[in-house]
């Protein structure tokens, strides 16, 4: 090598190796700027018989939990290394016993949000410790026994670009200290529901979902494959499948829900070749069996009851199963076992609602996921907290005009775009320092650099 290119990687390299300066940036420290509205929440969890105490997962800002009902929300799992959860639950035996699932399921834009497995805490989740499961990267719910703590089985659809065999589900009996993989069909199909009955803790339904994209395929959302529904009856150890009545062929996403007794089941189906808000197809829609799943049937024909791979979940009020919601573009409820509905909550051009956890002890309390945040209901759905009291909202991209005080602009997902002074007019930013800016969630949004009231979007 000739003497002056050495001389140029030895003065590389010895540029490269010298430390920063850590005076230039050691006072400076984050802040929230906003927008002080939500964003997509993916799992919600609640403690029976306390109108107090709710948990909630969000994709992109780990586990958040109030204890007045849905005034206020705390983050409490910032020291755990994993932003995205997909599933939380809390011991109805010990309500200081917490779980929660990381790696949301979902893929939008092309993008998703990967997990390290399963987090614990003893201590109402003032800390965390990790047990296990690193590899399945996506959890899409987590069932723990009503009368011991430490059995707990978990819904693993695992990775999206990579063969794995980390899917499926696991069953711990030790509080997470080791981990059976009690289901499982092979190393692209993985798990993404799983329920027991109330009052019976052997009788239980999983749904398994192919998730796998090979490169440059098409994103995993919106993919069809194998798709199945399957029970136990002996707490989680062995399971078979069910089929009588079940639509066959390429599916998506499949939810369940099961009443007392383990006899009623519901399960909400995807059609093949469908989008990540749209319907099911023909195929798609909700399904019922009142004999333990020997047998189903479709049981409405409602175009607006499908599932779908963005949400595909069914749920039923505790007290009374013949009372089913469905959670899609809005909330959907049926006062007759699934025949009919009506919107119960959201607007019907997209909430996009992801999951509901009702009390136990009182049907009248409720809180619910959406892509906008969580919202609390002490009284049946006719009244709901607020979302704007939780600045978890996913930011896509960002960019920044030169005014001073310069305007920071993003796009929100599921909630369009925003612009926010980068110093608040009141003392501190609020909801009235940001409006919307043209443009919608994907994509890029520019502004001039010369004249900041010019905005550009790229999608």
Not at 71 to 82: F, L
Not at 279 to 302: E, N
Not at 405 to 429: K, M
């Amino acid at each position: 090598m000739p003497s002056y290119a050495c001389a140029l990687l030895f003065a590389c390299v010895s540029l490269a190796a010298q430390p920063f300066d850590t005076s230039l940036y050691r006072a400076m420290r984050w802040r929230q700027i906003g927008p002080f509205r939500a964003g997509r929440v993916t799992a919600v969890a609640g403690i029976s018989g306390n109108a107090a105490v709710y948990y909630i997962g969000t994709p992109g800002g780990g586990v958040w939990k109030t204890v007045d009902g849905g005034v206020v929300w705390t983050p409490i799992s910032d020291s755990v290394p994993v932003s995205s959860v997909g599933a939380v639950a809390v011991a109805p035996s010990n309500p200081n016993i917490v779980y929660f699932g990381t790696g949301d399921v979902s893929m939008v834009g092309g993008s998703v949000n990967m997990g390290n497995g399963v987090y614990k805490s003893v201590d109402a989740g003032k800390t965390w410790q990790h047990i296990g499961l690193d590899e399945t990267e996506h959890i899409g719910n987590l069932w723990v026994d009503p009368h011991n703590p430490d059995i707990v089985l978990v819904a693993a659809l695992g990775r999206t670009y990579s063969k794995s065999n980390q899917r499926g589900v696991f069953k711990s009996t030790d509080g997470g200290a080791t981990w059976g993989n009690v289901l499982h069909k092979d190393d692209i199909t993985g798990a993404v529901d799983l329920v027991f009955a109330p009052n019976n803790s052997k009788i239980g339904y999983a749904t398994m979902w192919e998730h796998y994209t090979a490169p440059g395929g098409r994103a995993a959302i919106e993919s069809s494959g194998f798709a199945g529904v399957y029970k136990t009856t002996d707490g989680g150890e062995n399971w078979t499948q069910l089929t009588e009545g079940l639509p066959t062929g390429r599916l998506g996403r499949i939810g369940v829900a099961v009443a007392a007794g383990g006899q009623k089941v519901f399960a909400i189906v995807a059609g093949g070749g469908f989008g990540g808000g749209g319907g099911g197809g023909a195929v798609g829609g909700l399904y019922r069996s009142d004999d333990g799943g020997a047998h189903w049937s479709k049981i409405t024909q409602d175009p607006r009851i499908q599932g779908s791979g963005y949400f595909s979940r069914v749920f039923l009020d505790p007290k009374n199963s013949e009372v089913v919601y469905v959670a899609q573009t809005s909330l959907y409820r049926s006062d007759d076992g699934g025949h009919t509905f009506i919107s119960y909550k959201g607007a019907p051009g997209g909430d996009d609602n992801h999951a509901l956890w009702i009390d136990p002890t009182d049907s009248l309390r409720m809180i619910m996921a959406s892509d906008q945040g969580a919202t609390i209901s002490m009284d049946g759905g006719k009244s709901w907290s607020s979302w704007y009291n939780q600045p978890t909202g996913q930011i896509y991209h960002l960019s920044t005009d030169n005014r001073y005080p310069y305007w920071v602009y993003g796009r929100q997902q599921d909630s369009g775009s925003v612009g926010t002074l980068s110093r608040g007019d009141y003392g501190a930013i609020t909801f009235m320092d940001w409006d919307p800016v043209g443009g919608y969630e994907f994509g890029y949004i520019v502004p001039d650099p010369l004249n900041p009231n010019l905005v550009s979007e790229l999608l």
